[in-house]
């Protein structure tokens, strides 16, 4: 099979990198990649919302399967738009079509659907900038710390938790009025701010049936002890230690299968990944987002523990057949660690000489914001390298990837020393 991964980050070098293992695999192809995927297979250059573009791709390329990597392309519609093409609409799209994109690209959508389907979450109230008196008052009836969440797609750095209430005020004031997020932000879901600690579950769907991935959890603060600004991820570690079968079992109850059911109820032919943003508070799981694709960076540590062909995975969505399939994963553990631009996630400069990589052997490093500039490795973004080792226990797996950290190299390079601190 000739397969086409949309996307340039480490989740797409992840996939590339697991997907280039399979014997059904004919020719790889990523659009529009980066420097690591290059290694892999082929990319192409293109932007993943010029979907003419993405046509004659697929066309020229004799695609069999699209998987789709990151959020804008599916909630833009890409889905729709093969399926509705008569050369294409035979093509298998991994990613669900717009209106199951929803779940991630509207918060508002997002929550009333677990209201509907009675899917545990936080309580919560939807505001826009003619509503914003009315948020203050909802905001002073919470107590702090005060959530407040863009309804659209920011890149993952649109939810703020501030302790202060004038400070909160002041960031709705800044979504609501001045575009602070963009039109994500014209629309504002505050929300009860859940104690406990987050982790993330993954299902493949085909519409009907899912398998269950391997569990995360990611770290998305830049700074130490979870301080500071929100980022894409600075690191992921799999699996959670804390996830027994008993909790396991109440997130597959609880939340995956009537998530899946309400989907079915409600005429939602979801096709693709589904990430389930946890937080479990008193080992009691809440869903506090969805996400219709892998997450990212906690791709890097979810792949590398799968033992099951993902191929084999996407042809069982062909054949109808995924509920027969067996998920095997190793006992080892997983750890990745962000290696990011000085100043990320705020300004950041890119085309820093990179260096070191043949260093670290004992770790998969992959590749997220990187190019080749006259065949020199450079920055290209403000997440860079994604360091992966695996372990008989996270701690081993983490100081792998430590080790391999420090035998890289770019100028203003940033890493998290703490990541698995909580555990």
Known sequence: ??????????????????????????????????????????????????????????????????????????????????????????????????????????????????????????????????????????????????????????????????????????????????????????????????????????????????????????YKRIGEGDTGLNTGGMGAISPVPFADATLLQKIEQQIIKPTIQGLQEEGIAYQGFLFFGLMIVRNEPFVIEYNVRMGDPETEVVLPRLETDLLTLFKAIKEHNLAEQFVKVTPLSAATVMAVSGGYPEQYEKGKVITGLANSKNSDVFHAGTQHNNDVLVTNGGRVLAVTSTGETIYDALKKSYRSLKKIHFDGMYFRTDIGFDL
């Open 1 to 218: 099979m000739n397969v086409l991964i949309l996307g340039s980050g480490a989740r797409e070098h992840a996939f590339a990198y697991q997907l280039a293992t399979s014997s059904l695999l004919k020719t790889l192809y990523i659009a529009p990649g980066n420097a690591g995927t290059a290694q892999i297979g082929t990319n192409i250059s293109l932007s993943l919302t010029d979907f003419k573009a993405v046509k004659k791709a697929l066309i020229t390329h004799q695609i069999d399967i699209v998987l789709v990597g990151p959020e804008v392309p599916l909630v833009a519609g890409i889905h729709d738009f093969i399926a509705s093409d008569p050369e294409l609409k035979h093509l298998l799209v991994i990613g669900p079509k717009k209106e199951g994109a929803q779940l991630e690209g509207s918060k508002a959508f997002a929550k009333e659907f677990m209201i509907r389907h009675q899917i545990p979450t936080a309580k919560y109230r939807s505001f826009t900038g003619d509503s914003l008196q009315e948020a203050f008052v909802f905001l002073e009836h919470l107590k702090p710390p005060y959530v407040l969440k863009a309804d659209g797609l920011a890149a993952g750095k649109g939810v703020l938790i501030l302790e202060d209430i004038d400070k909160a005020k002041d960031e709705l004031t800044q979504m609501l009025t001045q575009e602070k997020f963009g039109l994500a932000g014209h629309t504002v879901v505050i929300e009860e701010y859940l104690d406990g600690i987050e982790m993330s579950c993954f299902a493949l769907v085909d519409g009907a049936d899912y398998v269950v991935l391997p569990n995360a959890k990611d």
